[in-house]
């Protein structure tokens, strides 16, 4: 009987301990035809060249798209980007002041979330930023108005965003996107890329990478030799 009522109990308060459902938006998702999703993280881009550029929007949504491209801060402002296809122009330093803490949409640019949009905190973009710079605290942000598109979730056909961007981009760089949104109860505000679903930059090999594990294999084998002649000389 006490059993019997103990899940009687349980089940009363199942109700009240379910947390609620808040409306959310999925994110916008960038692809290009010079990235590779390989580890299903992030979309790494070979080369730091941009090509090719989609966009997409789940669930599907319409408004101004807005590109970001987040320079790490150790090396500068001193870039210029342009973008050609269905949408060209160059993008603005947004501040020579760099983006460092807290939100990079509301804290860094003023805008305004749609209800449940994710935002993309620094320490989220360092995390993957640092594995190619390590030196960088965070970023310098370039603008692009892209105009007004019709964007649907990937699957529903090609998006009608094409673009490339002119300037390669620096290791560990990011690109991102905004959509602002001209209809529904949110109009008006930001549905932004999250972290997940952007594109960040992966520095070309380096000269002399191979260097160290010559060096290592070769130390290996010398202390191996060595070894080997110190034995003998004891034998002898």
Do not use: H
Not at 75 to 94: D, I
Not at 175 to 188: K, M, Q, R
């Amino acid at each position: 009987m006490r059993k019997v009522l103990y899940a009687m109990a349980a089940a009363l308060l199942l109700p009240l301990t379910v947390p609620a459902q808040a409306d959310t938006f999925d994110p916008l998702l960038l692809t290009c035809s010079t990235c590779s999703d390989s580890n299903g993280a992030f979309v790494p881009l070979n080369g730091g060249i941009v090509s090719g550029l989609q966009v997409f929007s789940a669930p599907p949504n319409s408004g101004d798209l807005q590109l970001k491209i987040l320079v790490p801060n150790d090396v500068g402002f001193n870039f210029n980007f342009s973008a050609t296809g269905t949408s060209s122009g160059s993008f603005s330093l947004f501040s020579q002041l760099a983006f460092i803490s807290g939100s990079l949409e509301v804290n860094y640019l003023g805008e305004q979330l749609a209800g449940g949009a994710p935002p993309n905190m620094v320490t989220t973009l360092l995390d993957q930023t640092n594995l190619f710079d390590p030196l960088a605290t965070g970023f310098f942000v370039f603008l692009f108005d892209a105009g007004t598109y019709s964007l649907s979730n990937k699957g529903g056909g090609p998006s009608p965003v094409n673009i490339d961007i002119a300037g390669a981009l620096p290791g560990g760089s990011w690109v991102l996107g905004d959509l602002f949104l001209n209809s529904g109860p949110d109009i008006g505000k930001v549905v932004t890329t999250a972290t997940s679903e952007g594109i960040v930059s992966v520095p070309g090999p380096i000269v002399g990478a191979g260097l160290v594990p010559w060096l290592l294999g070769s130390g290996c084998f010398g202390m191996f030799g060595l070894n080997r002649w110190r034995k003998r000389r004891r034998v002898a």
